[in-house]
């Protein structure tokens, strides 16, 4: 028994057709409803024909009374539950979008047609007959079930490349149809430069990839994917270039090289720029810290004395030493300190017997407090006697 749907309006004509066929009274004939198969197959988009009839089993005669036929479709839905898809209810009939019977009624062929049709129609498909005849007697009634399937072709797959197409490298070609009842299988084929047809273990007809080893130049081409299954096929293409230069990880790793190799170097500029500001700061320290030399109130000298502790010379050797050439014209002539000038010696006079008197030489007429600030040094003259000797 088949469970009653959930429209009250079903219900109602359900209940009508099922009430009409038990308070009717038994006939000799006995109604036998047919379907040839069980099980159907169609494909989206398409249309098929769930085939029913029915026979009177037991007639008396082969003239066939008036005949009054009560037909009834469901859909299964899930959880046991019905859908009413056509209903022909004393010559009256209603149906879905897409749903009909194939022949006029009243008629004994009952086969149901469905049009646009779409993988959710799957599913198991009810008819129910119930047969009276002009007096309002009951021929019979039948339940039959058939089971629809609804395919689907493949839809157009994509194609990828997996890898860097260069000599000597693998690369994988990856082919997927995102939608396909039942599955699909995939072949995979070259066809420029020349045909290729590829199989196991390279090809995966279940994944649809298809790995590539040790490329060469010769292995260029377009290679054609093919996605099928038993009611349709569709494919698509991708162009595989084999290139001989360097791949993209060696030409990354030499920019990677140049970036740091850059930074490194700017890096060591700066460095030797504040080494080179540090020593520059240190050295200006070290000049600031510096005692300056004291400076002599005069020069030296080369005087020389004798052993004998006489003065024999008070001129200076810088002094007595002769210029190397004449003098240039608006050039400076160095003088010489005072303790350096050479003093006249002062003549002394001469008395008979007696003592010679010291006389203090001042050159140019300075006098001796002038020379004291001004930082001359005294000397003491000795006095020299007719003989010309020191006493």
Known sequence: ???????????????????????????????????????????????????????????VSSAQPREMPFVMWFFQLKEENEEQVLAYINGATTSKRGVSLVYSMPSRNVSLR???LQEKDSGP?????????????????????????????????????????????????SCQSPRSKPAAQYQWDRQLPSFQTFFAPGLDIIRGSLSLTNLSSSMSGVYVCKAHNEVGTAQCNVTLEVSTGPGAAVVAGAVVGTVVGLGLLAGLVLLYHRRGKALEELANDIKEDAIAPRTLP???????????????????????????????????????????????SPKLPTTDGGHPQAVSPIPGGVSSSALGRMGAVPVMVPAQSQAGSLV
């Not at 409803?33 to 029915?54: C, D, F, I, M, R």
């Not at 157009?156 to 490349?161: D, Y």
């Open 298 to 344: 005069w020069a030296k000298s080369s005087d020389t004395i004798s052993r004998n502790g006489t003065l024999s010379s008070v001129t200076s050797a810088r002094a007595l030493r002769p210029p190397h050439g004449p003098p240039r014209p608006g050039a400076l002539t160095p003088t010489p300190s005072l303790s350096s000038r050479v003093l006249p």
């Open 114 to 116: 469905l049009e646009g």
């Open 125 to 173: 498909y009810s008819c129910s007959v119930n047969v009276q005849d002009k007096e309002g007697t009951s021929r019979g009634n039948s339940i039959k079930t058939l089971e629809l399937n609804v395919l689907v072709p493949p839809a157009p797959p994509s194609c990828h490349l997996l890898g860097v197409p260069r000599v000597g490298a693998n690369v994988t070609l």
């Open 1 to 59: 028994m088949i469970s009653l749907p959930r429209s009250p309006v079903t219900n109602l004509l359900l209940f009508l057709f099922l009430g009409l066929s038990i308070l009717a009274p038994p006939s000799r004939a006995q109604l036998q409803l047919h379907v040839p198969a069980t099980k159907l197959q169609a494909v989206e988009g398409g249309e098929v024909v769930l085939p029913a009839w029915y026979t009177l089993q037991g007639e």
